[in-house]
């Protein structure tokens, strides 16, 4: 069984900083793509970033380019998303998800991903 394990949310002032993880099991690691999407209240999932199998490709939306950074440490089935510089819009709920990378191009749709962890918060006050 696949699964997406999420963790490091949490509650941070704006302009400070968070580093999310996503743990996976159940699944070769080695040739899954991960990516990192969130939804705010009220509005649709967004991209954030994504990251190639062998993590040498990776993808930032606009809106955290700059601000974020993503890791891949295959030695540990675990993908990283470095936050830096939050902002209250920064808020939401982030989902990692996994995909097998038969292109070795980071995957931007949601569409793309079969396996979905179950979240953490975000929350970023002002």
């Known amino acids: 069984?696949?699964?997406?394990?999420e963790s490091?949310?949490?509650?941070?002032?704006?302009?400070?900083s968070l580093r999310l993880s996503c743990a996976a099991s159940g699944?070769?690691?080695?040739?899954?793509?991960?990516?990192?999407?969130?939804?705010?209240?009220?509005?649709?999932r967004e991209g954030v970033s994504c990251i190639s199998?062998?993590?040498g490709r990776t993808y930032f939306a606009d809106s955290v380019k700059g601000r974020f950074t993503i890791a891949k440490d295959n030695t540990k089935n675990t993908v990283y998303l470095q936050m830096n510089s939050l902002k209250p819009e920064d808020t939401?709920?982030?989902?990692?998800?996994?995909?097998?990378?038969?292109?070795g191009t980071?995957?931007?749709?949601?569409?793309s991903y079969g396996y979905w962890g179950q979240g953490t918060q975000v929350t970023v006050s002002s």
Not at 1 to 5: I, K, S
Not at 106 to 111: C, D, F, H, T
């Open 8 to 16: 490091g949310g949490g509650l941070v002032q704006a302009g400070g």
């Open 92 to 103: 939401a709920v982030y989902y990692c998800a996994a995909t097998w990378d038969y292109s």
């Open 27 to 44: 699944l070769s690691f080695d040739d899954y793509a991960i990516g990192w999407f969130r939804q705010a209240p009220g509005k649709e």
């Open 53 to 55: 199998s062998s993590g």
């Open 1 to 5: 069984e696949v699964q997406l394990v």
């Open 106 to 111: 980071p995957y931007k749709e949601a569409r």
